[in-house]
């Protein structure tokens, strides 16, 4: 090894520093003893000046040797090129001229940004500009007499590209993997903007391995696709892939892999190649292999389906409801405006050749259930309840097909507050009903116009574990614990008081029922973090993240569920008439939530974290909520036309002892609307739902499974 020489990624080089001139190669690398300056560093830049077709086809073959690991480095005259990748040394000879003539030595400054590169110094391919307005980017940099745009740094302009990259892995803990590389990317600068489902899928090509889980990201990058490459592959070196082609098994057990299936509207091929002659026989390990589209994306089922997600209809057709906040990933504009497709679905492959086609000759939906591909939520590794372990990696939670599910879960409803409408004060020594005229002597409590205020409230927290065991005991696949009163009216607590009564209840049900999953009704961040911490396993935001700024990016760094429900105002001002009228409310709601979800995809939280809540009860009247639940398919298909992906979220659903139901029945009670509750849960099963939010678990679990019996046909 070289003493003083630092090393840097193959295609991350040359972007190093620009306050010296590069060394010159040749007198570097003859240099009697090869000293080199202190904190130097080596990177290879393979020029393409005028060579014969011979010429280049040798150093291409040269350059595909070459270029098989993640980091590189060059020694002077007579010695050998090295490649380190993953700890592993590949010697490979070279000859004097290749080396001599195309390595530049740079000082190394620790401030330079190895991502933000002007001239990447690696060949790049030809790339050819699709349709769909590209133009501009065509007319620059085109070398004359091209065949096609050069890219010739590692930057693509300040506005950057939509690209698409899948995700794949099968060993290790798969889903922290996943989360890691994401992380990962973020922190380079790629901007992670929308995800597809999480598949399980059935090993490909070599089938004596664990099953793979599957995704796909759209994300927006000023990086060219060759750095962009460079980036993946370091991304997967640094989570354990094996990349030393000598010991790697072709298409066999790895813990990452991310493949670059679209890049804007581009197709970008090997140098010198045609377009039926990229075809490699598997993921490109070096930029020099780099072809974009992925040719091997007509076979594989399991990157069509999550790249079928990302796109949908994109709102297609509809307008986001005036007023009403939007993001710009849906709508492009301003308010009311169409959505707009990412750039990549303009690309000629995509309309021309048809990959929605290939997904329909792939059997479409069709093809998602079973063995071979299922959508996947990733669930506590704590959770029990039926799941194979044959089909879990090494620390993994279970993976809930939700999809197959012969019942939808229950989630049992644990208020510790004194003023919730149906069961509040049940769990509070020192606190009333809302309905109650004063409080108790020892507590110490505030009138307000919306109801009764109390604080300083004690929870029984030995009461309520014993509520939340008998729960499990009926059935309850979920508890849901909440401190803070969401009734109509409801005023807010402070941070400090919902933790007191939310935390020691966490507590103690996670060591009195281990596997159970905890969900924390709030919409405070510091109360999410800290249930989290304390053993709550998913976050129930009624605001679904509006209401503290702080919700998702605590949720995206909890890497938990997140219950995402849709909801006007807040809790006190949820039902005045401007926030209860719609032009179209199973559109309207579906636009919302879309943008809801839009806003926590961009803040970290991946679709296959979130669970969709449409708000019975919240923002809606006694008739919308029943033209909710009536519609519940349709919702379905209005959020499809937003994106695709949305139409297959798990939708939670609660609408137990709600207010309209003691309307329709004349029960004033909550806990006298249990048997109507149970006709509710049975239109919503019937409707799609896959979590039933109840305060009467034995009650609602009964009617969840005979009502799945009937309208799923999955027995009972």
């Not at 040269?62 to 590949?90: E, L, V, W, Y």
């Not at 075809?279 to 091997?296: I, K, Q």
Request: proline share 6%; aromatic share 6%; with cysteine.
């Amino acid at each position: 090894m070289l003493s003083g020489v630092r090393y840097a990624p193959f295609g991350m080089g040359r972007a190093l520093m620009d306050a010296a001139p590069p060394v010159s190669a040749a007198s570097a690398c003859n240099k009697e003893k090869h000293q080199f300056p202190q904190d130097t560093i080596l990177s290879v830049g393979w020029t393409t000046g005028q060579q014969s077709q011979e010429q280049k086809q040798q150093q291409q073959q040269q350059q595909q040797q070459q270029m098989q690991d993640k980091f590189c480095f060059a020694t002077p005259q007579n010695h050998q090129q090295m490649f380190i990748r993953s700890g592993c040394q590949i010697p490979r000879r070279v000859s004097d001229s290749t080396v001599a003539d195309r390595i530049r030595v740079q000082p190394f400054s620790s401030s330079a940004s190895l991502l933000n590169s002007t001239e990447s110094g690696v060949i790049t391919g030809t790339e050819t500009v699709g349709r769909g307005g590209r133009e501009e980017r065509e007319a620059a940099g085109r070398e004359e007499g091209g065949e096609g745009e050069r890219e010739r740094g590692g930057q693509v302009g300040e506005v950057g590209e939509d690209v698409v990259i899948a995700i794949g892995g099968n060993i290790g803990n798969r889903v922290a993997n996943f989360h890691r590389a994401l992380r990962m990317l973020r922190e380079a600068g790629v901007q992670v903007q929308r995800h597809g489902c999480l598949y399980e899928s059935a090993p490909a090509y070599v089938t004596d391995q664990p099953f793979f889980l599957n995704s796909a990201i759209q994300a927006r990058t000023t990086l060219s696709p060759h750095a962009l490459l460079s980036l993946l592959k370091s991304i997967e070196a640094s989570l354990g892939r094996d990349l030393n082609p000598h010991t790697a098994r072709r298409f066999g057990p790895r813990p990452l892999d991310l493949d670059l299936i679209f890049y804007g509207s581009r197709t970008v091929r090997p140098e010198g190649t045609a377009p039926a002659e990229t075809t490699p026989a598997s993921s490109p390990s070096t930029p020099l292999d780099l072809v974009v589209p992925h040719p091997r994306l007509a076979e594989r089922p399991f990157v069509l389906a999550p790249m079928i997600d990302l796109v949908g209809g994109c709102g297609k057709g509809r307008d986001l409801p005036q007023g009403r906040p939007a993001v710009e990933d849906l709508q492009g504009g301003e308010g009311g405006q169409e959505a707009k497709e990412p750039s990549w679905v303009f690309h000629e492959a995509f309309w021309k050749d048809g990959v929605p086609g290939l997904w329909r000759n792939l059997g479409g939906e069709a093809a998602v259930g079973g063995t071979d591909l299922r959508r996947v939520v990733p669930l506590p590794q704590r959770f029990l309840r039926g799941q194979s372990e044959g089909r879990k990696a090494e620390g993994e939670g279970p993976l809930w097909a939700w999809e197959e599910e012969r019942r939808p879960l229950v989630m049992g409803v644990l208020n510790v507050t004194p003023d919730s409408f149906s069961d509040g004060g049940r769990f509070t020594r020192n606190g009333n009903d809302s309905s109650s005229s004063s409080s108790s002597s020892s507590s110490s409590s505030s009138s307000s116009a919306s109801g009764t205020h109390h604080t300083n409230v004690e929870v029984d927290v030995e009461a309520a574990v014993r509520e939340a065991e008998r729960m499990v005991a009926e059935g309850a696949d979920m508890i849901d614990i909440g401190g803070q009163s969401t009734r109509p009216g409801a005023p807010r607590l402070s941070t400090n008081e919902e933790l007191t009564r939310v935390i020691p209840v966490v507590r103690a049900v996670r060591f009195r029922s281990p596997g159970v999953i905890i969900s924390v009704d709030t919409f405070d961040a510091e109360v999410a973090r800290s249930a989290a911490l304390a053993g709550a396993d998913i976050i129930n935001d009624v605001s679904g993240g509006a209401m503290d700024p702080q919700m998702l990016p605590t949720v995206a760094a909890l890497n938990v569920p997140f219950v995402l429900m849709h909801m006007r105002g807040d809790p006190s001002t949820m039902q005045l008439s401007e926030n209860t009228a719609y032009k179209n409310l199973i559109a309207d709601v579906a636009a919302e939530l879309a943008c809801q979800v839009a806003a926590a995809e961009r803040a970290g939280i991946p679709l296959w974290n979130i669970i969709l809540d449409p708000g019975i009860g919240f923002a809606k009247t006694g008739q919308q909520n029943l033209e909710l639940i009536r519609n519940l398919g349709q919702l379905r298909q209005e959020l499809g036309r937003w994106r695709k992906g949305l139409e297959h979220v798990p939708m939670l659903l609660g609408p137990s002892r709600k207010g309209f139901l003691g309307k329709l029945t004349g029960r004033a009670a909550g806990k006298d609307r249990d048997w109507a509750t149970c006709a509710a849960v049975a239109a919503c099963v019937a409707g799609g739902a896959d979590i039933v939010r109840v305060h009467n678990v034995g009650a609602g679990r009964d009617a969840a499974t005979v009502a799945a019996a009937i309208f799923r046909n999955a027995g009972s």
